[in-house]
């Protein structure tokens, strides 16, 4: 059989191209319709980054990023003993948390706190001492999808996450946000912030936050469910993960999954991957 792993965006969009998914879409671009599959693509869910910044008080990684110096010593404390910034992931603190306590019986928002500070992930870091504390709403409604633009594979598909298109979601998120501003003006907190960046002191009313969320919100990398499990009408997958109507084919990624895990998707990504491999091998013991 055939094993399709290409993650929650170009799972469907070679579905789409291999003649499988909606049968209008399909059609528009000029591609046989091997099996009309409506669900194909749809359903995308993704955890949306809400990124508040401060200048400290004290040095942080920024301070050794902006130097060559520090560069230098963070490379060989790296080399050296497999210790320093280096050897961490980025965000070396974190929690989860409910950010709107009388709706959520479980933690509706998860936290990245990290000891430096830029414009974006991965951009380069601001030129004064800066951390950051990031947050996402665990379990988004709000629902996108990816669609192919044309026949052409190496055109990249349509993306659209849909991000904070029901209220739950623009309230939890705000919530985020709100929650950030409260740990970092807590006692322990207060002689570390020499000021608020981002959002920003002028930023102060639900609306205006839920502004800046729109704005500079962005992906945390964790798109799923574009080609999910389940057995309504918009399922791709049965239970043991095969395509419906089309033989000797499984999708084997986080498109699986029919709605969003709370919090990170790499584990759950091995796990879905380690069940897959289970459920191979009991089908083909059957079929021998």
Not at 105 to 133: E, N, R
Not at 234 to 241: G, H, I, N, P, Y
């Amino acid at each position: 059989e055939v094993l399709l792993s290409a993650g929650s965006i170009q799972s469907p969009q070679l579905l789409h191209l291999s003649g499988i998914g909606p049968q209008a879409l399909l059609a528009r671009h000029g591609i046989p319709v091997v099996h009309d599959l409506p669900g194909v693509g749809e359903n995308l869910q993704d955890h949306l980054q809400i990124r508040a910044t401060y200048e400290s008080t004290r040095p942080t990684t920024n301070d050794q990023l902006n130097s060559w110096i520090g560069q230098v010593k963070l490379g060989w404390q790296w080399l050296a003993h497999r210790s320093g910034p280096l050897a961490v992931g980025i965000n070396q603190g974190g929690c989860f948390m409910r950010g709107l306590p009388a709706e959520a019986k479980t933690p509706d928002i998860q936290f990245h706190v990290a000891t430096l500070s830029a414009d974006m992930a991965g951009g380069k870091v601001h030129p004064y001492s800066g951390f950051t504390m990031s947050t996402c709403q665990l379990r988004p409604e709000s629902r996108g999808h990816v669609r192919i633009r044309s026949a052409d594979p190496f055109e990249p598909p349509e993306m659209h996450a849909n991000y904070l298109a029901t209220d739950l979601d623009r309230r939890t998120t705000v919530a985020g946000v709100k929650a950030s501003r409260a740990i970092a003006a807590s006692a322990a907190m207060r002689p570390l912030v020499r000021r608020e960046v981002k959002p920003g002191p002028d930023v102060a009313s639900d609306e205006a936050l839920l502004e800046f969320c729109r704005d500079s919100g962005a992906t945390i990398f964790h798109p799923t469910g574009t080609c999910k499990m389940g057995i309504d009408r918009m399922a791709v997958l049965d239970e043991r993960l095969r395509v419906r109507g089309v033989e000797r084919l499984r999708v084997v990624d986080c498109s699986a999954m029919p709605t969003l895990v709370s919090g990170n998707t790499n584990a759950p990504a091995v796990m879905l991957a380690e069940k897959a491999a289970d459920m191979i091998r009991e089908d083909a013991r059957r079929s021998i």
